[in-house]
C-alpha cells in the first residue's frame, strides 16, 4: 500500500510539473477544445514514456521528464514567427516536428561519439551549485507569479488565491515536517489533495469548458503532417540540443546526490545511455507531434522531501500516468489541479533545493577561486533573466534561446569561468 501511495505522489508530481507548458503552447498556436486536450495528452504520454525509458535502459535514476525550458522558448518564439517565417501556425508545427527529430538524433550521435562523458567531467561541485541556485532564481517568478493568482483568473493578483497559496505553501511545510514519517512520505500528495480541497471549497477552481465525447483514445503520430527540416530551425535545434546537454548532465549529478543523500550508497550512472535514450525521447515528442522532454532537477528536490528514492514507485506512477493518457475524462480531471496549488506545493519542494546547492559548494577547497565564478555566473545569469524579451526581437533564433534563458546562459558561464580560474590559478 505505501508503494501504491508514493506511486500516486509521482503521479501528481509528474503532473503538476509538466502540464503548465503544454497548456500554454496550446493556447498560442490557437488550439482550442479536442485539438489542445489532444496536444496534452501526447505532451504527457511521452514524458511518463521517456521517464520509463530511462529508468530502465538510460541513468536508470528516479528522475521524471518535464518539458524542456528550451524547447518551450523555441516553440513560443516560432509561435510568434508563424505567420512570417511560415504560412500558417500548422506549418510552424511541422517545422518543429522536424526540429526535435533531428535534435534527437544529434543526441545519438554524440553519445555514440561517447562526447557525453568528457563533457560531464566539466560539472564540478560549483557549477553544480550555481545551476541549482540558477533554477531556483529563475522558477521563482513563476512560482510567485501563480501562487499570487497572477494569469490564473486575470493578469492581476487576486487576494483570494495569494490568501490560499499562503496557507497551502505553510501546509505544506507542516506536513513534511510532520512528525510521523507516513505523512513526510507522502506530504506532497497530502499537500496537493488540501489545496485542491481548500480552491474547491472557497470557490477558487476555473472551470472546465472542454468535455471528452470519447472513452478512450491512443496518441497520434505526426498530427500536423509530415515533418519538413527547415535550415533556420535545424539551426536552432543544433544549439538547443548542446544546451539540453548540459541541462541534461546537471539535472543528473543533481538526482544522484538526492539519492546518495537518502540510500547513503554511491550511485553510479550511465551518461552515455542516458543520452542515447534523450535522444530517442526527442524522437518520439517530434513524432507525436509533442514538446521536447528532458530529464527535471526538481525531481531532487521532491525525493529530498518525500524521503522516497526507491524506483518502483516511480515506475508504477509512470504506468499510470500512460494508462491515464489514453482515458481523456481522467487526464481532463488530473489537468483541472488549480495551477496555484501545483506551484505552491513546488515552492515547498524547491526550498530544499537551495540547501544542497550550497552543500555542493562548500565541497570546494579553493574558496577565493569559487567566489569568483559564482559572482561571475550568478551576475551573468540572473542579469539575463530580467532582460525583457523584447529587447532579443530582431535577433536569430539561436541567439535568442540562449540569452533568453537566464539558466542555461548562466550555466556555460560557470563551466568556462571555472575551468578558466582553475587555468589562471594554476599559474600563479
Keep these: 500500500m505505501k508503494t501504491i501511495f508514493a506511486a500516486i505522489q509521482w503521479v501528481a508530481f509528474m503532473l503538476a510539473s509538466s502540464i503548465v507548458a503544454p497548456i500554454a503552447i496550446a493556447d498560442l498556436f490557437g488550439l482550442t477544445g479536442e485539438d489542445a486536450a489532444s496536444f496534452v495528452q501526447r505532451t504527457v504520454f511521452i514524458f511518463a514514456l521517456a521517464g520509463l525509458l530511462q529508468i530502465f535502459f538510460g541513468h536508470k535514476l528516479p528522475i521524471n521528464e518535464a518539458p524542456a525550458g528550451l524547447w518551450w522558448g523555441v516553440f513560443v518564439i516560432y509561435a510568434g514567427f508563424s505567420t512570417t517565417m511560415f ?39 560549483a557549477v553544480i551549485g ?42 505544506t511545510f507542516y506536513f ?31 472551470p472546465n469548458p472542454y468535455t471528452p465525447d470519447q472513452i478512450f483514445t491512443v496518441p497520434q503520430i ?18 538547443v540540443t548542446l544546451l539540453l546537454l548540459t541541462n541534461m ?43 521536447g522532454p528532458v530529464p527535471l532537477s526538481g525531481a531532487a528536490g521532491f525525493i529530498a522531501t518525500s524521503k522516497v528514492a526507491a524506483k518502483l514507485p516511480f515506475i508504477i506512477g509512470s504506468l499510470l500516468l500512460i494508462a491515464s493518457s489514453f482515458v481523456p475524462s ?10 496555484p496549488v501545483g506551484y505552491s506545493v513546488m515552492f515547498v519542494v524547491f526550498t ?29 545569469g540572473v542579469g539575463v533573466m530580467f532582460v525583457p524579451a523584447s529587447a532579443f526581437t530582431g535577433l536569430p533564433p539561436v541567439v535568442v534561446s540562449l540569452l533568453n534563458n537566464g539558466l542555461i ?19 600563479k
Excluded: C
Excluded at 505526426?222 to 544549439?239: E, K, W
Design 249 to 291: 548532465i546537471a539535472s543528473i549529478k543533481v538526482v544522484e546526490l538526492a539519492v546518495q543523500s537518502l540510500t547513503e550508497k554511491k550511485v553510479k550512472t550511465n551518461l552515455r545511455a542516458s543520452g542515447l535514450i534523450t535522444g530517442i525521447s526527442q524522437i518520439l515528442g517530434g513524432g507525436f507531434s509533442a514538446v
Design 352 to 380: 530544499s533545493m537551495i540547501g544542497m546547492a550550497f552543500l555542493e559548494i562548500e565541497k570546494e577547497k579553493e574558496a577565493n577561486r569559487v567566489r569568483t565564478v559564482i559572482g561571475i555566473s550568478l551576475l551573468g
Design 222 to 239: 505526426f498530427v500536423y503532417g509530415r515533418p519538413t527540416f527547415d535550415s533556420g530551425m535545424i539551426i536552432t535545434s543544433v544549439l
Design 409 to 427: 546562459f548562466g550555466s556555460l558561464l560557470s563551466i568556462i569561468t571555472d575551468q578558466w580560474t582553475k587555468f589562471i590559478y594554476k599559474r
Design 87 to 125: 504560412q500558417s501556425a500548422g506549418e510552424t508545427l511541422q517545422a518543429l516536428q522536424g526540429a526535435l527529430i533531428a535534435s534527437g538524433v544529434l543526441f545519438i550521435l554524440l553519445s555514440m561519439a561517447g562526447l557525453i562523458d568528457k563533457i560531464s567531467r566539466l560539472f564540478t561541485p
Design 130 to 171: 550555481i545551476y541549482l541556485l540558477l533554477l531556483v532564481i529563475q522558477l521563482s517568478k513563476s512560482f510567485l507569479n501563480g501562487m499570487l493568482g497572477v494569469g490564473y483568473v486575470n493578469e492581476r493578483v487576486d487576494l483570494k488565491i495569494a490568501t490560499l497559496s499562503f496557507v497551502t505553501v505553510l501546509l
Design 330 to 339: 481522467v487526464m481532463n480531471f488530473l489537468a483541472s489541479i488549480p495551477t
Design 176 to 206: 513534511t515536517r510532520h512528525k510521523l514519517n507516513i505523512v513526510r512520505h507522502y506530504a506532497v500528495l497530502i499537500s496537493l489533495a488540501v489545496g485542491w480541497l481548500l480552491f474547491a471549497i472557497f470557490g477558487a477552481i476555473k
